[in-house]
């Protein structure tokens, strides 16, 4: 199973968009307080459009909390990473895979990081910016990881329109 890890997230409309990529993935979220935010705020709702009911997710009162009820493999998202993200193997569709993002100012504990450099990654780009914004470093490491998988689970065809909706649409 692919769970994305937010430690403490600070910002409440990245979090409701991972929870928007969550739920379209069939991902499992995992929040590390402290939450900048209250997860019933009306920007959390606003950004994960309604799918907060369908989230499955679960808070936790700090990193070792989290890790004591959760094994399975971790990998780390950091600036400081020295790995791509495309180097690792996640095709294993049944080993627990964790990927842990950390808060938007700061990133994820440093004695966290120094713990696990083996698993630290880095997603590649230029050195203009520091850190892409958070949302979009989870959906592009959790498609990776769906890739490797063939997108198990998933649909490739729209749910709600018909497959030939398109050589049917009118000229």
């Known amino acids: 199973m692919i769970n994305i890890v937010l430690y403490e997230p600070e910002i409440p409309q990245n979090t409701g968009n991972i929870m928007r990529c ?3 993935t069939n991902a499992r979220l995992h929040l590390i307080k402290p939450l900048g935010f209250k997860l019933d705020e009306k920007s959390i709702k606003r950004s994960s459009v309604n799918f907060i009911e369908q989230c499955d997710y679960t808070v936790y009162e700090n990193y070792e909390d989290f890790a004591a009820k959760n094994p399975g493999t971790y990998y780390f998202l950091t600036r400081y990473g020295h790995k791509p993200h495309t180097t690792f193997d996640y095709s294993n569709t049944e080993e627990n895979l964790y990927f842990i993002f950390g808060k938007e100012s700061t990133g994820i504990d440093k004695h966290i990081l120094k713990n696990n450099l083996d698993h630290c ?24 990881a769906l890739r490797q998988q063939n997108y198990q689970g998933l649909l490739f065809d729209e749910p709600h329109k018909s497959k030939t909706f398109l050589e049917d649409y009118p000229d």
């Open 22 to 24: 969550c739920v379209a």
């Open 121 to 144: 990654m880095r997603i590649p780009m230029s050195g203009i910016v520091r850190s892409l914004n958070l949302a979009d470093t989870v959906a592009i490491v959790l498609y990776e």
